[in-house]
């Protein structure tokens, strides 16, 4: 086994330890579901459990609903039509809060 087989190999025992998927696919779908939440707490529409508290910061929202569209983007391709819907919906009811909450 060459050295980076077996960093490879520690890599991918490390993330499954950690619970991460080691398909960068899947990671990408978990990556795009933690920043989702994100944007709902930064919108102020979702309590922080951390803090306890619903806190609105319109930048990191905005900056958290780019990058999910960004990795939609990059997971288009090898989605079925039923998920693509799905991150679609996803995407513009956060636009549409993003739009109503700075609005406010």
Do not use: C
């Amino acid at each position: 086994m060459t050295e980076k087989q077996k960093n490879n190999h520690i890599n991918e025992e490390a993330g499954e330890e950690m619970g991460l998927p080691a398909d960068i696919f899947d990671y990408l779908r978990w990556t795009a579901g933690m920043l989702n939440a994100m944007a709902w707490q930064k919108l102020g529409l979702i309590v922080d459990p951390q803090t306890g508290n619903a806190i609105k910061d319109l930048t990191q929202a905005k900056i958290a609903i780019d990058t999910v569209a960004f990795i939609f983007e990059q997971l288009k391709p090898v989605m079925a039509d039923e998920e693509r819907r799905a991150f679609e919906g996803a995407i513009n009811d956060l636009r549409a809060n993003f739009i109503q909450q700075s609005g406010s």
